[in-house]
C-alpha cells in the first residue's frame, strides 16, 4: 500500500457536490492498493500515518506525529497511486489490486484508523471526488508499508 501524504491546514473532499469529508489541521493521505497488499500492509501503513514525525514541536522541528499534534486524517482512495510510470508516457495500472481488493483494504485501513484515531475522515471509494487542500509548508511524502 502506498500513501502521498500532505500535512494541510485544510482539506475537502467532495463527491456530486457533496462533501464527504473535511479536516482542518492535519494529513490528507491519498491511499493506494497494490496487488500482494493484504492485512499486515493495513496495519503497516496506519502506524506510519499515525506516527509519522512531520508536524512542527516548539523548536520548530518536525518531531511530532499526528496524535502528538492532535491532528486529524483525511483518508481518500487513489488507485492511480499504483501507476507504473517507468516507461512511455501513458501510466500502466498492472500493479493496482483489483477494484473489490482495493475497496476491501481500504475499508479495513479506514476502520482501524478510527478505532485508533478519533479525528477521521474520508472520501467515497471510486467515486469522482474533488479534492481541495492548503498544504501546510509545503510538505508532502511518499509512505509505503
Request: net charge negative; aromatic share 6%; no cysteine.
Amino acid at each position: 500500500m502506498k500513501a502521498l501524504i500532505q500535512r494541510v491546514r485544510h482539506a475537502s473532499v467532495t463527491v456530486d457536490d457533496r462533501e464527504t469529508g473535511a479536516i482542518d489541521h492535519g494529513l490528507l493521505a491519498l491511499i493506494g492498493v497494490e496487488k500482494g497488499d493484504d492485512e499486515q500492509s493495513v496495519e503497516r501503513l496506519l502506524h506510519k500515518l499515525l506516527h509519522y514525525r512531520v508536524f512542527s514541536d516548539p523548536d520548530g522541528k518536525m518531531n511530532l506525529n499526528l496524535q502528538q499534534a492532535e491532528g486529524s486524517l483525511l483518508l481518500v482512495s487513489q488507485f492511480t497511486l499504483a501507476a507504473d510510470t517507468r516507461k512511455g508516457l501513458r501510466p500502466g495500472f498492472s500493479s493496482a489490486a483489483p477494484p473489490a481488493e482495493g475497496q476491501r483494504l481500504f475499508e479495513a485501513l479506514v476502520e482501524r484508523a478510527r478505532v485508533a484515531w478519533p479525528k477521521v475522515t474520508t472520501g467515497e471509494f471510486g467515486a469522482d471526488m474533488q479534492v481541495a487542500l492548503v498544504n501546510d509548508g509545503p510538505v508532502t511524502f511518499l509512505l509505503e508499508s
